[in-house]
C-alpha cells in the first residue's frame, strides 16, 4: 500500500533532521547497493559474448544459434579505483613524485582516479592564495561551498580564517593556502583513513613544491598527518614542530586551531591569535 504522504510540518521537520546531520544532496527515493549490482552484473571485458549471444538470441537472427535467455545488457564499469584500497595509495605515492611545478601537480590530481571521492565531489579544491608566499597553512578538506567554488576556505570558516590572517598582517596575497584532501567528502564526512592515505602524497609534494618557510597546520587531521603524530591538538597548538619533506627541506610548522572549530569555541580564539602572532614573529626574524 502506497504511504500517505507527509504532512508539511514533518517533512520540514524531517529535512531539518537531514540537513543537520549532513544530508545536503537528493539522489533518490531509496538507498541502491551499487557493490551488490557491481558481482551481479558483467564487467566491460565481457561484453563481446554479452552482445554476441544476445544478436543469436534475436529471431531471424542470421547465425541459426538457438535462442538463449536474454541477459541484462553491459553496463560501463565505472573507473576500477571506485573503492579506496593500498594499491591506490602506492599508485599516488608514486605519481606525486612525478610533478616537477604546482600546475604539474594540479594537472595529475584533476586526472587522477584512483581516490573515490572525486567521483561524489563537483570540483577539485587545489589551493588558493599566492604559491610563492612565505607562509602556508593546511586545512581538512573542502566543504560544501568550497566544492562549488573550487577554492580552500571560501565559506564561513575561510571568512573567519581570513579574518585570522588579517590580524598578522596577511591575506590572500601573502600567503598559500590547501588542504589534506582535495575533494569534498560526501555530507562532509570525515575522510576515512584509506582516503586520507590516498591524498597525503598528493599534499606533501604539495608542500614541498610551495616550499614555504613557515607552515601552518589548521586543526587535528592536517597537524597528525603533516607532523607524523598522534598527539592531540590541544596539546600541540602553540609549540613549533618541524614538517620533513622527501626532498630534505625542514619547515617550520605552527599547529593551531581549525576556523571551523573556533566558529563553535570562540572563547578558544585567543589561543589561535596566540599561535599566529608567534608565526608573525618567527616571519619577521626568517626575513631579517
Ligand atoms: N575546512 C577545511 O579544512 N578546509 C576548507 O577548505 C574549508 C573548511
Not at 590530481?109 to 565531489?121: H, I, K, S, V
Not at 625542514?250 to 585567543?270: G, S, V
Amino acid at each position: 500500500m502506497p504511504e500517505a504522504p507527509l504532512d508539511p510540518i514533518r517533512l520540514r521537520e524531517l529535512l531539518t533532521f537531514y540537513a543537520d546531520a549532513g544530508v545536503d544532496e537528493a539522489l533518490a527515493e531509496e538507498p541502491i547497493n551499487r557493490f551488490a549490482e557491481e558481482s551481479a552484473r558483467p564487467a566491460v571485458r565481457d561484453a563481446a559474448p554479452v552482445m554476441a549471444e544476445e544478436r543469436a538470441a534475436k529471431p531471424g537472427s542470421s547465425t541459426g544459434a538457438p535462442p538463449i535467455a536474454a541477459r541484462p545488457a553491459p553496463v560501463p564499469m565505472p573507473p576500477a579505483a571506485a573503492i579506496p584500497d593500498e594499491a591506490q595509495a602506492a599508485r599516488a605515492r608514486e605519481i606525486a613524485r612525478q610533478a616537477r611545478t604546482l600546475d604539474e601537480l594540479k594537472a595529475i590530481l584533476a586526472e587522477f582516479d584512483g581516490c573515490n571521492l572525486r567521483f561524489t565531489a563537483k570540483n577539485l579544491v587545489f589551493a588558493d592564495g599566492n604559491p610563492e608566499a612565505d607562509l602556508m597553512l593546511v586545512g581538512e578538506a573542502p566543504g560544501r561551498e568550497e566544492d562549488l567554488q573550487g577554492l580552500p576556505f571560501v565559506g564561513r570558516s575561510g571568512q573567519l580564517l581570513d579574518r585570522m590572517l588579517a590580524a598578522i598582517g596577511r591575506d590572500r596575497t601573502t600567503a598559500y593556502i590547501a588542504n589534506v584532501i582535495p575533494w569534498r567528502p560526501p555530507g562532509n564526512r570525515d575522510p576515512s583513513p584509506l582516503e586520507t592515505e590516498i591524498c597525503r602524497p598528493f599534499i606533501e609534494r604539495h608542500i614541498e613544491l610551495a616550499a614555504p618557510k613557515i607552515l601552518v597546520t589548521l586543526g587535528n587531521p592536517s597537524t597528525k598527518l603533516l607532523l607524523n603524530t598522534q598527539t592531540g591538538i590541544m596539546r600541540l597548538r602553540g609549540t613549533w614542530s618541524v614538517h620533513k619533506t622527501q626532498d630534505g627541506q625542514e619547515i617550520p610548522t605552527m599547529p593551531t586551531l581549525h576556523p571551523a572549530y573556533l566558529l563553535r569555541n570562540p572563547a578558544h580564539k585567543k589561543l589561535a591569535w596566540r599561535d599566529l602572532l608567534a608565526v608573525k614573529v618567527r616571519l619577521r626574524e626568517l626575513s631579517a
